[in-house]
């Protein structure tokens, strides 16, 4: 019996093992990434976060759509000692702000993320400045997009050729959709009231300069939708609720190519603007999600992206890797906002001015809204 009990105990507690260590081997860690939505989580769904997670198993990569005011939901996770975001996708002026205020983390290029595959250190291989706007280390640039517009080709009598037809009710009646946001109104309402394009943040510094783009937003006021998030302006302009929007350019690129709705692109004054990542301070799961920023921000995987939406990858060496969509089979780089042939006036977000001026602007424009 004392043998039969020592052989049977043995064997169950081999058993155990076995199942603790197959349970040990196959305990997952969920990963909580904050983007964009739409088009653009989809990219990079399709570009980086499968392909992760078919190599590493044990890893779940959620999405939430949050990335519409992140830096305040952040904050409040960050004041509560409650971080749920493990990765949160945002504009390089809010980071630049997330960064100041300690709720993100340093990034060390050479050390957290990928060399080119030629070996070129990731600090020499991001696009000059990227890695650093307004002296951040925080940021972790993804792609160059740009916000531009959209408008109903059978619906407008007159396609619009200048950016300033948005103000211009006689020549295109009709609604507009705009951004919930000072950022880029505020620069669009001031070159159509003459202010030259080297002189924007200048003007934009004086109370004088804010009015005047005010009172430019005015005179088209009555007849804006304001949007909140990225799938909205084309879903406006799909629906034939609004004649014109501004959007980003990926979204339209879908509702144009992809879903072939009856949608034209203006890039006359397209505004480029910087998205990347943040890692949260204070996260549950910083050692897994680093190791995932790694793969999802290395060469061929900016690249990758590209084939799903129409935003220029961020590191020099991804630039000759764009080829064409992943389904539909069309060359990408003609869609790109930075193509010469879409960018002859561009405009570039001052970061480090919307980072010292977002927080009164947004309260002037709130309360404007509220007239």
Known sequence: MKKLFTKTTALTA???????????????????????GGAYTASQQN???????????????????????????????VEAKNVTWDLVDMVASDAITACDDGLVIKINPDKDLAPAPDGTPASKDFFAGTLNPGGSDCFVPQIVYSTTWGYRTDKVKTAPTSVCDVFDLKKIPGKRALQKIPVNNIEWALLCSGVPKDKLYEVMSTKEGIDKAFAKLDTIKSQVVWWTKGAQPPQLLSDGEVVMASAYNGRLFAAIVEKKQPIGMLWDYQVFDLDGWVVPKGGKN?????????????????????????????????????????????DMKPHMPTNPANSKTQLLTNYEWWADNRSSLDERFNAWLAK
């Open 14 to 36: 081999m058993a155990f093992a076995i199942s603790a260590g197959a349970s040990a081997a196959s305990a997952e860690t969920t990963l909580t990434v904050v983007s964009w």
């Open 47 to 77: 570009a980086y976060s499968k392909p992760y997670m078919k190599l590493h198993p044990n890893i779940k990569i959620v999405d939430d759509d949050s990335a519409s005011g992140a830096l305040a939901k952040l904050r409040a996770q």
């Open 286 to 330: 910083q050692a897994e999600v680093m190791k995932f920023l790694r793969f999802a921000t290395d060469t061929q995987r900016l690249a990758d992206q590209a084939k799903f939406i129409s935003y220029g990858p961020a590191r020099y060496s991804s630039a000759p890797l764009v080829g064409k969509h992943a389904k539909l089979g069309i």
